[in-house]
């Protein structure tokens, strides 16, 4: 079993920063990929980025050049940095880990709010 810890989100105005963290502990290893999530009331759960063990990012073309996924694998956390804030960006984000080989293997975590508004 996997659990994950999201921490940070909140309430930020346009243009502005936040940052948002998913510690992740139990059976993984540093192979597990690693990724962030948001779901709006009533949309489907979207990718915003997703990181492999080896450092290898893919992005939403909506973030791309305003998220920054990264991750330590000494600590199985995994980081975003969410700049240049806009209110479409508000949303429940979650963290999820999945195994690199085991399809279907994949934990989530409770998901924590990011609101933008002024």
């Known amino acids: 079993q996997v659990q994950l810890v999201e921490s940070g989100g909140g309430l930020v105005q346009p243009g502005g920063s936040l940052s948002v963290s998913c510690a992740a502990s139990g059976s993984i290893f540093s192979g597990y990929v690693m990724g962030w999530y948001r779901q709006c009331p009533g949309k489907q759960r979207e990718l915003v980025a997703t990181?492999?063990?080896?450092?290898?990012?893919n992005y939403a073309d909506s973030v791309k050049g305003r998220f920054t996924i990264s991750r330590d694998n000494t600590k199985n956390t995994v980081y975003l940095q969410m700049n240049s804030l806009k209110p479409e960006d508000t949303a429940v984000y979650y963290c999820?880990?999945?195994?690199?080989?085991?399809?279907?293997?994949?934990?989530w975590g409770r998901g924590t709010q990011v609101t933008v508004s002024s």
């Open positions: 990181i492999t063990g080896g450092g290898s990012t």
């Open positions: 999820k880990v999945a195994h690199p080989l085991l399809i279907g293997l994949n934990y």
